[in-house]
């Protein structure tokens, strides 16, 4: 129970900061024009985080899955974001 709140709430964090840092950082780069840049993302981000939650004892391989998938779609959903031009004050 305490790994799935925990990957839960780490998932919706991640999800949240690399969205805003998608939008906000990459905006003006050419990155943002990969078509799998979120699955990238996610996939990488679950690599990395494998041996970590494998030394933890209270967190699994589950947690590691919820917190890849929480960034890749924050990537892939600010990528979305980045398509439309920037608002200017006066519209």
């Not at 990957?7 to 799998?36: C, D, M, Q």
């Not at 990238?40 to 699994?60: C, D, K, M, S």
């Not at 919820?66 to 004050?89: N, S």
């Amino acid at each position: 129970m305490i790994e799935l709140i925990v990957a839960g709430a780490v998932g919706v964090y991640g999800h949240i900061k690399s969205r805003n840092f998608v939008g906000r950082k990459l905006r003006y780069t050419s990155l943002v024009e990969k078509p799998l840049l979120g699955v990238w993302a996610g996939v990488g981000t679950t690599v990395l985080l494998a041996p970590v939650v494998a030394v933890a004892p209270f967190i699994g391989a589950g947690a590691a899955i919820a917190i890849g998938a929480g960034v890749g779609t924050g990537v892939a959903l600010g990528v979305k974001d980045t398509k439309e031009p920037p608002k200017l004050l006066d519209d």
